[in-house]
């Protein structure tokens, strides 16, 4: 049995596969040319993770697929339903990259309240010639401490999100159209656990108390943040988006941070990705990373591993 891992997969992932029997392809196919690879060498089992675009004509045209992975959360490039009303299993890993994007939020957090962003910017160019005035102007940050973090979209990176948070001394308030409440359990490094339970709230009132908001749900119809959202928010609010491009309205942002209703914004994600606004690019309010909250060694690993395990668990009786 084949396996094209279209968009790369952990080297314990392939091991996992190889040693069940399977032959597991790691060529990069450009999407134009994605049907006829499969269809010529017989792809049984597809992997993706967000580049790669599973649309109805590729299910349509390669009989030999039996399986859809995504490596990641979200599958808005996979048109799922129509997969499995084809007889196609689609899989993902929801859990398995949690943890990063929960760092990665907190990455650009941290570095957002103290300037760290623009700061790396301009200490290369003029640290040596305008150190004290590039002090003054970097010398105004905040803490996180005691700060209220709104998390919008509650599940398992929301949560993870909220244990960071927690851990870093913040007052957590989330909310979520699914989820009513949620566990989040803190570990020790003796095995003490403690678990506290968080009741989501209506977003408006998540965006009216909320002093930094961080974004954590799937692709929308439509901007979930735009300009009457910003409007009530707390001034100086910071936002990050490390969830889709495309809930968060890019336009209204800038304007808002332009007019100081907004501090800092974070994007991991982007309305026009690949190729985000260059008025987003080179703003330095706003702290920038292309596409990578689930891209740490760690989480690739867990995710090679857990779509090995499910493929034989499929695939192999």
């Known amino acids: 049995m084949k396996v094209l891992a279209n968009d790369g997969i952990s080297q314990s992932g392939i091991d996992i596969l190889k040693d069940a029997g399977f032959e597991v392809l790691t060529v990069h196919v450009a999407q134009e040319q994605l049907q006829n690879y499969i269809n010529e060498h017989k792809i049984e089992v597809l992997l993706v993770r967000s580049a790669t675009k599973v649309r109805k004509d590729i299910i349509d045209s390669c009989p030999s697929l039996k399986i859809i992975g995504r490596g990641g959360v979200g599958m808005d490039n996979i048109d799922v339903e129509y997969a499995r009303e084809n007889g196609i299993y689609v899989i993902n890993t929801p859990a398995a990259s949690s943890e990063s994007v929960g760092e990665l939020v907190f990455a650009h957090l941290f570095g957002g309240v103290r300037f760290l962003h623009d700061s790396n910017r301009n ?3 003029e ?17 996180l401490r005691g700060k209220t973090l709104g998390i919008i979209g509650f599940g398992r990176i929301g949560r993870q999100v909220a244990k960071i948070a927690l851990g870093c001394g913040m007052k957590v308030i989330a909310s979520d159209h699914e989820v009513g409440e949620a566990d989040i359990t803190l570990t020790f490094y003796d095995g003490q656990t403690i678990t506290l339970k968080i009741k989501t709230a209506p977003i408006d009132k998540l965006i009216k108390h909320s002093d930094f908001i961080s974004l954590h749900v799937p692709s929308q119809s439509g901007y979930l943040i735009g300009k009457e959202e910003i409007s009530k928010m707390k001034d100086n609010v910071g936002i990050v988006n490390a969830a889709r491009g495309g809930v968060l309205d890019e336009n209204a942002l800038l304007e808002a941070i332009e007019d100081g209703k907004v501090s800092f914004a974070a994007l991991d994600v982007f309305e026009n990705e690949p190729t985000p606004s260059i008025k987003v690019l080179m703003h330095d309010k706003i702290s920038l990373t292309p596409h990578i909250g689930a891209a740490t060694n760690e ?10 395990n499910q493929i034989i668990s499929i695939l192999v009786k």
């Open 123 to 125: 200490m290369p160019l």
């Open 127 to 143: 640290g040596d010639t305008r150190f004290k005035e590039l002090k003054k102007s970097y010398g105004a940050g905040r803490e």
């Open 299 to 308: 989480a690739q690993d867990r995710i090679g591993v857990e779509l090995a």
